[in-house]
């Protein structure tokens, strides 16, 4: 159904046939021109209005606009320029005559509402419906503009349900992309979705984490800057503040703005305001001298003339931001300085626009008491300097332009036309909207027009950067382009090398909350702030990161280390008891000197042999003895060095079986001193029952007992080499593992006994009648041997690493030397030294036993 039905009032008058009246006052149309299609257009030709205050006692007088819009004008007649091509074109809709009705919507919302309805109903007070009773076909077959978000969105909300094409050239909120709230919507400049994540990845390109924004508080900004924050957000850049401002803010609004910017530490500021507020709050900014700011700017404002003209405190120099790419459309510019079409469709706003283009006025509109200077209507509009005669808006009057043709061709599918159009065809607004959806052409210039499932054009922005020069004009340059179309790597192509930054400066401001952490740290957020906002914590030990800004440290493999810096991991030391180090050195010296010292007392009892002090008690097993002392000094050499696999078998088996073979010697003497004596009793056969040969079997039963121990140990679970990596956290300790720790337990275990059994037999010999009693001897090296190794045990189990080692060759040595010295040294002694006494006389004569 025609809108028709909505806003006017069915009555039945005089006349037999049905009228409809409207109700309230008629629009005033501003620019118009008959034909047989109809085009609507609302534009904002003013900028303000003389505001009134209603008494609600009589009728509300009509809204005045003021202040003349020079930038929509020149929309307007883009406008115009592409109806008066298509209409000489014989190539588009030939033979149909294209006619416009324009409104100015210079107020609020609800003049665009009021405009909209008046150009799909007519604008007649009274009208005569063609079928039934207020119904008819809509006015208009589209309707260019409007200029705003925000405006566009009433117009989109109102003419939706009935279906009339509305296509906007500026209206850039990605709300406005919805078909389901605005299902005949459709513009020909990109959607802000899309320059929202440009800004976004600009920002993101010159790392930029840390940054403010200030945005208009209406569907542009809002919308415009929630797109912007959740990509930001998506790239890791943190908005220190975001402050919404509209042009009619009281000035308490604005000085909360610029407080909130003086007190930031971001120097950069993404701007999402339309050209009119930014107009308001930038006279403001030179007020305060905000200048230092990098400022990143929306398509509105940041390749406007006008705006770079305002700015006489080069507040914004340096500004870089998006704008669509630049075009040139052929005899449009010298079309809209040629003031005859709007001489011709209204005189009196020719008469209004002639007036503030030359600052004059025509006689006939003024007393001469208000003549500053007289009209006459031939002045030369080229020879002003103003932002009528500015080109710089040339991609937005192309914009015009192709809303404009799109509806030409889907018209010209519609209406079947070849070399004629079929004009009987009746035009419905949702088949002239389903044709524009689907229209796909080339304008003149070469540049592609269609629109996407949203009613949206393909996006494409150039990258601007404000330059000054040296008379104090600023140029917009173009310093690269954006295109989401390409893969993600490609959208963003930039030239840095021209750029030029606040203040002049070609040096890449550095707006962070926190500078970079650098590699061997890790970033730690600061609590209650934003994520961009951090300290740098060193890594652990142990731990490396070797990239910056990195969240995490890494912890290095076992065999590895961090290095100072905590930035890569090196390997570690490997750890062992070696010849080189003076611990090694000293116990190996040590072993060897107790190897020599064992082969002198050797030597001297082999030369002394035949003596009494050799000969008693057994020098067979007094040999076997000093052989396996020397087996002990050297079998603690085997516990120094890198543990390999034979040397951690050879280790402990070594020294198992070499100190059983002491020992048993030992424990063999001993009982030879103690039954020696209780064979001399009347009646004892004790002594065939320890002679020689048991003696040698003896010793060779224990040691055997503790060779097959060993051979279990080390065919079910041997000793192998081990890195342990927890003992000293930077170094790798090379040691030998057990295996079987009940092996290692019962070769030590097996040892003790036989020390224990050894100590009791020459503890109660110790009192024999004897002069040289060997007993005692034992019983000394007894207990310095079981001394060492019962302060072994806790200081084996505690040592770390190789002290370990260490405590268990220094175990081996000191009760190696405690047995040599004990028991050799004095019979070395005497024999040397007191030979008088090494007869068999002295060693039987009587003499009060010693005590220990």
């Not at 209406?218 to 415009?224: R, S």
């Not at 510019?333 to 005859?340: S, V």
């Not at 337990?745 to 020459?762: D, H, K, R, T």
Request: net charge positive; hydrophobic share 40%.
């Amino acid at each position: 159904l025609s809108p028709l039905q909505v806003v006017n009032l069915a009555s039945a008058s005089s006349a037999e046939e049905p009228v409809c009246r409207r109700r309230g006052d008629p629009e005033n149309l501003l620019l118009f021109k008959d034909g047989e299609i109809i085009l609507g257009g609302v534009f904002s030709f003013h900028t303000g209005w003389k505001d009134r205050t209603d008494t609600y006692m009589i009728k509300p007088l009509r809204l005045q606009c003021t202040s003349l819009n020079f930038r929509d004008l020149q929309f307007a007649q883009a406008m115009l320029f592409a109806i008066e091509e298509i209409n000489n074109s014989t190539d588009l809709l030939p033979g149909i005559s294209v006619g416009y009705k324009i409104y100015d919507i210079c107020g609020p919302d609800t003049r665009s509402i009021g405009a909209t309805l008046a150009l799909a109903n007519g604008n007649e007070i009274v009208s005569v419906p063609s079928k039934t009773t207020c119904t008819r076909p809509a006015h208009v077959q589209a309707i260019i503009g409007a200029t705003s978000s925000s405006k566009s969105i009433a117009v989109a909300t109102v003419i939706g349900p009935f279906f009339i094409p509305v296509i906007s050239y500026f209206a850039t909120c990605a709300c406005l992309s919805d078909k389901t709230k605005y299902p005949s919507f459709l513009r020909t400049i990109p959607s802000d979705y899309y320059q929202s994540r440009a800004l976004a990845h600009l920002v993101k390109y010159f790392g930029w984490t840390w940054v403010g924004a200030i945005r208009s508080n209406d569907d542009y900004g809002n919308n415009g800057m929630a797109t912007f924050t959740e990509t930001a957000q998506q790239l890791g850049i943190c908005l220190e503040y975001s402050v919404p401002f509209f042009r009619t803010d009281p000035s308490a609004k604005i000085q909360r703005i610029i407080d909130i910017i003086k007190a930031s530490t971001s120097k950069v500021i993404v701007t999402f305001l339309t050209r009119a507020d930014l107009n308001v709050l930038l006279p403001e900014f030179s007020y305060h001298n905000l200048s230092g700011y990098q400022w990143i700017g929306s398509e509105t404002w940041i390749f406007d003339s006008r705006t770079a003209e305002m700015d006489t405190h080069h507040i914004l120099d340096g500004a870089i931001g998006l704008s669509i790419p630049k075009v040139h459309v052929t005899g449009l510019r010298e079309f809209i300085l040629n003031e005859k079409p709007l001489n011709s469709s209204n005189n009196e706003l020719f008469i209004e626009f002639w007036e503030t283009l030359f600052n004059c006025r025509f006689r006939q509109s003024a007393s001469s008491a208000d003549i500053q200077k007289e009209c006459t209507g031939h002045e030369d509009v080229t020879g002003v300097q103003n932002s009528f005669i500015d080109m710089s808006l040339m991609p937005l009057f192309n914009n015009v332009y192709k809303g404009v043709y799109a509806v030409a061709h889907a018209l010209h599918n519609i209406l079947s036309c070849n070399k004629t159009c079929n004009k009987n065809v009746q035009l419905d607004p949702l088949t002239v909207l389903q044709h524009i959806r689907k229209i796909h052409f080339t304008t003149k210039e070469g540049d592609e027009v269609h629109f996407d499932e949203n009613g949206d054009p393909a996006a494409k922005y150039d990258i601007i950067n404000w330059q000054p020069k040296e008379n104090g004009v600023v140029e917009f340059v173009t310093v690269g382009l954006y295109n989401p179309s390409l893969v993600q790597e490609k959208q963003l192509n930039l030239q840095n090398k021209y750029l030029i930054w606040a203040r002049n400066s070609k040096q890449v401001p550095v707006s962070v909350c926190s500078e970079k952490c650098p590699p061997g740290t890790r970033k730690v957020l600061q609590k209650g702030r934003p994520v961009c906002c951090y300290d740098c914590i060193r890594c652990a030990e142990g731990e490396i990161s070797n990239v910056t800004d990195s969240v995490t440290c890494v912890r290095c493999l076992p065999e590895f280390w961090s290095n100072e810096r905590r930035d890569a991991c090196i390997k570690k030391e490997a750890v062992f008891l070696s010849y080189e180090e003076i611990m090694g050195a000293l116990l190996t010296a040590a072993s060897i000197f107790g190897a020599h010292m064992t082969i002198g007392v050797i030597l001297i009892f082999f030369k002394y042999r035949k003596t009494p002090i050799v000969r008693a008690n057994n020098s067979e097993l007094s040999f076997l003895l000093l052989f396996s002392l020397i087996l002990c000094f050297l079998c603690s050499l085997t516990f120094i060095g890198q543990p390999s696999d034979w040397s951690c078998m050879l280790r402990h088996v070594a020294f198992g079986i070499t100190f059983v073979l002491c020992i048993s010697c030992l424990l063999g003497k001993t009982m030879v001193v103690l039954m020696a004596f209780r064979a001399t009793r009347p009646g004892s056969n004790v002594k065939k029952w320890f002679g020689q040969t048991q003696q040698r079997l003896c010793v060779t039963a224990f040691t055997l007992i503790q060779i097959n121990i060993c051979i279990i140990w080390l065919t079910t679970s041997p000793p192998f080499p081990f890195k342990n990596f927890k003992e000293i956290k930077d170094k790798i300790t090379l040691e030998c593992a057990l295996g079987s720790v009940v092996g290692f337990w019962a070769v030590l275990g097996y040892i003790g006994l036989l020390a224990i059994l050894c100590f009791i037999f020459a503890f109660l010999a110790r009192k024999l009648p004897d002069n040289f009693n060997e007993a005692k001897f034992i019983t000394f090296s007894m207990l310095i041997f079981c001394a060492v190794w019962i302060t072994f045990v806790p200081a084996y189990v505690s040592s770390p690493g190789k002290f370990s080692v260490a405590v268990e060759i220094f175990a081996i040595l000191a009760s190696s030397f405690g047995l040599l010295i004990c028991i050799f040294i004095p019979k070395c002694y005497i024999i040397l030294m007191k030979p008088e006494k090494n007869t068999k006389k002295h060693m039987m004569g009587k003499k009060a036993p010693n005590s220990l």
